[in-house]
């Protein structure tokens, strides 16, 4: 069994505990499974086996497509609901773009995080990509139509993407369960 990867951007102190703090009042109501603050982040692609001797050549391969990317300016804020707001299965906060053309360079980090993966010869999880900062996982879908409106007005501080962590996922072995997180890596932008 190989390592759970993932590369992702991980919002610095002030956006965390910025959202940290919009939800707190909140986190006693509903069935739901809320996201570690420390946890929060927004994948670029997930590599849910990576063989132990890739990982390594998918962090070179990965820094080398990131090589030349421009820092984009995001912020979170607004609902995303999986799959809908009627059966949702996962609650988000959407990746907003606040630089120009910020949505793009974000989508084309996602697809060279996927391509590093494609070309080292690992499995990456093919769904669209799709800016999101999961919140809460539902132990059953369920209706969440009060949570997407209240979510509509959250908006958090803006800031820049400086780089790419490249996290493994070790299944059950955090808090109350969880998943623990360890950066492998972290991959500077703008250069």
């Known amino acids: 069994m190989g390592t759970r990867l993932f590369a992702a951007v991980v919002p610095p102190a002030d956006a965390v505990e910025h959202l940290d703090d919009f939800l707190e009042p909140r986190?006693?109501?509903?069935?739901?499974?809320w996201t570690l603050a420390q946890q929060f982040h927004v994948t670029l692609a997930f590599l849910p086996d990576v063989a132990e001797h890739l990982v390594e050549e998918y962090v070179d391969r990965?820094?080398?497509?990131?090589?030349?990317?421009?820092?984009?300016?995001?912020r979170l804020g607004g609902p995303v609901a999986?799959?809908?707001?009627?059966?949702?299965?996962?609650?988000?906060?959407?990746?907003?773009?606040?630089s120009e053309g910020a949505d793009v360079v974000l989508e084309r980090m996602a697809g060279r995080a996927r391509n590093a993966a494609v070309t080292v010869g690992t499995e990456v999880?093919?769904?669209?990509?799709?800016p999101h900062l999961t919140i809460a996982r539902l132990r059953r879908p369920a209706d969440t139509t009060s949570w997407v409106r209240l979510l509509e007005t959250y908006t958090g501080p803006d800031w820049p993407v400086l780089e790419v962590?490249?996290?493994?996922?070790?299944?059950?072995?955090?808090p109350g369960n969880r998943p623990r997180y360890e950066?492998?890596?972290?991959?500077?932008?703008?250069?």
């Open 82 to 98: 999986f799959p809908d707001a009627a059966g949702t299965r996962a609650l988000a906060v959407a990746v907003l773009p606040e």
């Open 125 to 130: 999880d093919g769904q669209r990509f799709r």
């Open 165 to 174: 962590a490249v996290i493994a996922s070790h299944l059950g072995e955090g």
């Open 27 to 33: 986190r006693e109501a509903g069935e739901f499974r």
């Open 62 to 74: 990965l820094a080398d497509g990131l090589a030349r990317t421009p820092v984009p300016v995001l």
């Open 183 to 191: 950066t492998l890596a972290e991959i500077a932008l703008g250069q």
